[in-house]
């Protein structure tokens, strides 16, 4: 089955500056990967996603960037926010399965 | 909409005990899923299905049943709880598995004595 890896598992950034989070993954028929935040007590919730036809994809202050061939894709969060703080989680889905597999997550805090 | 429903919020049980988690979704989705989630490992898949009368296996199955008589529905029964099951569970649904956005519902916190 598809095998998602995410780094780092923790990662502090001062209001302002820009947070980076990486994933990999197994299987090269995966063809769609969303990225979920949860801020704490709470469920999560898709912040963007990207399919395997699309390199990059933005939204306001979230980019999300995709490279096949190496089987990776980041997450980008820009301009930082306390907002920001929560857990965020990536995930892979193969073209010919239903199931979702997440990443262990990465705790964004930011620094006022 | 009320989107995806799971009661009860919080439990307690003792090892040995057997019980279901409900988890309810008014968007007429044709997928649902289980997951649990414990600190470091992520989000793991317990069962799934992809429409009313099918279900199938995740990565962490053993412990648990489910079932799917109607599209609205998808409970999780703990056969006999386990100190290991202590977790909290997470139902979500899309309107299909493939592309879709996963809708997650509230949680279930449950410990196990």
């Known amino acids: 089955g598809e095998n998602v890896e995410q780094h780092p598992s923790t990662l502090s950034v001062q209001e302002g500056d820009s947070a980076v989070i990486k994933c990999t993954y197994s299987?090269?028929?995966?063809?769609?990967f969303p990225w979920y935040k949860q801020e704490l007590g709470k469920r999560p919730q898709l912040i963007i996603d990207?399919?395997?036809?699309?390199g990059e994809k933005k939204d306001q202050r979230i980019a999300v960037t995709l490279n096949k061939t190496a089987k990776h894709f980041s997450l980008h969060i820009t301009e930082t926010q306390p907002e920001d703080s929560a857990v965020y989680f990536c995930?892979?889905?193969?073209?010919?399965?239903?199931?979702?597999?997440f990443g262990a997550g990465t705790t964004v805090t930011v620094r006022a | 909409n009320a989107g995806v429903t799971q009661t009860p919020k919080f439990q307690v049980l003792k090892t040995g005990q057997s019980m279901t988690l409900q988890c309810a979704q008014d968007?007429?989705?044709?997928?649902m899923s289980w997951y649990r989630q414990d600190p470091g490992m992520g989000l793991r898949l317990i069962h799934y299905?992809?429409?009313?009368?099918?279900?199938d296996q995740g990565e962490v199955p053993n412990g648990y049943n489910v079932s799917r008589s109607t599209t609205e529905d998808f409970p999780l029964r703990l056969l006999s709880a386990a100190p290991s099951q202590t977790s909290v569970y997470f139902c979500?649904?899309?309107?299909?598995?493939?592309?879709?956005?996963?809708?997650f519902g509230p949680g279930t916190r449950l410990t196990v004595l």
């Open positions: 979500a649904s899309s309107y299909s598995g493939a592309l879709d956005t996963q809708y």
């Open positions: 299987d090269s028929a995966s063809n769609y």
């Open positions: 990207i399919r395997s036809n699309v």
């Open positions: 995930a892979a889905r193969p073209a010919n399965d239903y199931k979702l597999s």
């Open positions: 968007m007429n989705h044709e997928y």
């Open positions: 299905s992809v429409g009313a009368g099918i279900t």
